[in-house]
């Protein structure tokens, strides 16, 4: 039995009707099956209209639960690489993914559009984002804390 990584995060998504259909749209050209490492169309999912689910902010969700490669750490650069192509294709406002391996630290990678790529992402002739810095932050090892035990008022 191989190692599982859990992938999950959300992409906030531009809040305008328009923009909000061109990144539906986006996510529904993506594959339904694809090469490895996955990234498919049935990983992402976007809410309902206001009220049911959307205040303001169109958040794209994502998840997956994927065969994780502990000796092939380069398999997670294809896959970033891909979730960077669906990045490209859209319009929004930052982006974050956790990585939570089994057979190492977690890693939460945050993506922010550059001030150029957010103007043409609101211009007359809206244009995705393309642009953007990413960070990443590694965890320590995860480490399950002992829990309290329970307030039994006083019974035994």
Known sequence: ????VIVFG????A???????LNAAALADLPA???WPF??????A???RWPLGTYRARVIHFGASLKEEPQDPAVWDGWLGKFEAVLRRLYWWSATLHLRPESGPDRVYEWLPTVAAIDRACGDTP???REWERSVNISPARRAEPAAAPDRGGIE
């Open 1 to 4: 039995m191989g190692h599982e």
């Open 15 to 21: 809040d305008t009707d328009r923009l909000h259909a």
């Open 10 to 13: 959300y992409i906030h998504g």
């Open 39 to 44: 990234l498919v169309r049935g990983m992402f």
């Open 33 to 35: 099956e694809d090469e």
């Open 127 to 129: 244009q995705p984002v």
């Open 46 to 48: 976007l809410p309902e």
